[in-house]
């Protein structure tokens, strides 16, 4: 069974920075498509940011600009930079493969919260 296992989030200023961090088992990342999610009180769930497996990026147009998703081949890992945050940033992040995709059972995410 596919494991997604989301880390890095915190609490951070606006303006500040964090780097989350996807640990996939039983995939390989480099070669799927994958994306960040988002879900705040209240709200849907909503992709942030994907990577297809030939590399190719697209981002919300709430964060492009400001946050970059990336992955790393040897650890299996996908990460999501997040620079310039904002209050409306808080949220839960999640990974999983994008819309379009079937998807892997969902982890238990990483809470991010923007506040001073």
């Known amino acids: 069974q596919v494991q997604l296992v989301e880390s890095g989030g915190g609490l951070v200023q606006p303006g500040g920075s964090l780097r989350l961090s996807c640990a996939a088992s039983?995939?390989?990342?480099?070669?799927?498509?994958m994306g960040w999610y988002r879900q705040a009180p209240g709200k849907q769930r909503e992709l942030v940011a994907a990577?297809?497996?030939?590399?190719?990026?697209n981002y919300a147009d709430s964060v492009k600009g400001r946050f970059t998703i990336s992955r790393d081949s040897a650890k299996n890992t996908v990460y999501l930079q997040m620079n310039s945050l904002k209050p409306e940033d808080t949220a839960v992040y999640y990974c999983?493969?994008?819309?379009?995709?079937?998807?892997?059972?969902w982890g238990q995410g990483t809470q991010v919260t923007v506040s001073s």
């Open positions: 999983n493969r994008p819309p379009g995709y079937a998807s892997y059972a």
């Open positions: 039983r995939i390989i990342v480099s070669i799927n498509a």
């Open positions: 990577i297809t497996g030939g590399g190719s990026t």
